[in-house]
């Protein structure tokens, strides 16, 4: 059985940076491509950023670039997402997610991965 578990999330004020970790079992994502979405209170889910495979590209949401960085550790068949200078807006809940197949355009598309993490809880607030 597949599991994605994501842990990190957390209070933490306006400017500060929070280090989100999201580990895979019951299969290996090396060749998949990784991402996360968020979802604030009352708001429809959106992209915030995903990694290809073999030296895939990177992706990012306009509203994240130059803030946050996504990377993985294929040996731990983890992704990871940094995120820095935190603002209010950043507050949602983060869920990493994964792809059954080895495509890996549109990326920032929601319907195109096949795997989900229960969520992580991420509150940016003075």
């Known amino acids: 059985q597949v599991q994605l578990v994501e842990a990190g999330g957390g209070l933490v004020q306006p400017g500060g940076s929070l280090r989100l970790s999201c580990a895979a079992s019951?299969?290996?994502?090396?060749?998949?491509?990784m991402g996360w979405f968020r979802q604030a209170p009352g708001k429809e889910p959106e992209f915030v950023a995903a990694r290809g495979w073999g030296g895939g590209d990177t992706y990012y949401a306009d509203s994240v670039k130059g803030r946050f960085t996504i990377s993985r550790d294929n040996a731990k068949n983890t992704v990871y997402l940094q995120m820095n200078s935190l603002k209010p807006e950043d507050t949602a809940v983060y869920y990493c997610a994964a792809r059954a197949s080895s495509a890996q355009s549109y990326a920032s598309s929601i319907q195109s991965y096949d795997y989900w993490g229960q969520g992580t809880q991420v509150t940016v607030s003075s």
């Open positions: 019951g299969r290996t994502f090396s060749r998949s491509v």
